[in-house]
Nanobody, 120 residues
Framework: QVQLVESGGGLVQPGGSLRLSCAAS????????MGWYRQAAGKERELVAE???????NNVDSVKGRFTISRDNAKNTVFLKMNSLKPEDTAVYYC??????????????WGQGMQVTVSS
C-alpha cells in the first residue's frame, strides 16, 4: 500500500504565507512526478504546480512568482511554499504522485486533501 500524507494547510490572512508538505510512504520503488492540485468551491480541480524527479517544474500562471514547489527525493516528500496569498487561492489542496510499486506498474496516488483559506 501507498499513502500520501499532507500537512500545513489552514487559515491565513491575505498577503500571508503557508508551506504545504506531502510525504509518500509504503512499498515504493520510484516516484516520477509529484504535484499539487486545488479545487475551489463550485469549480473543477486544477493543477497548481508539479515537479519531476529531475527537478523540472510546471506552474499555473496564476501562482507564478508567488508559489514555489520543491521536493526531497530521499524523503519522498514534496513541498509547496505559498507567498503573497490571495482570497482566490482559497481551495482544498491535494497532493498527487506518480509512483512505481513492486508490481512495476506506474500509478497515480492522491492525498486526502486539506483546506487552505485566505481571509481577513
Amino acid at each position: 500500500q501507498v499513502q500520501l500524507v499532507e500537512s500545513g494547510g489552514g487559515l491565513v490572512q491575505p498577503g500571508g504565507s503557508l508551506r504545504l508538505s506531502c510525504a509518500a510512504s509504503g512499498s515504493i520503488v520510484s516516484i516520477n512526478h509529484m504535484g499539487w492540485y486545488r479545487q475551489a468551491a463550485g469549480k473543477e480541480r486544477e493543477l497548481v504546480a508539479e515537479i519531476s524527479s529531475g527537478g523540472d517544474i510546471n506552474n499555473v500562471d496564476s501562482v507564478k512568482g508567488r508559489f514555489t514547489i520543491s521536493r526531497d527525493n530521499a524523503k519522498n516528500t514534496v513541498f509547496l511554499k505559498m507567498n503573497s496569498l490571495k482570497p482566490e487561492d482559497t481551495a482544498v489542496y491535494y497532493c498527487r504522485a506518480q509512483i512505481l510499486r513492486w508490481t512495476m506498474v506506474w500509478q497515480d496516488y492522491w492525498g486526502q486533501g486539506m483546506q487552505v483559506t485566505v481571509s481577513s
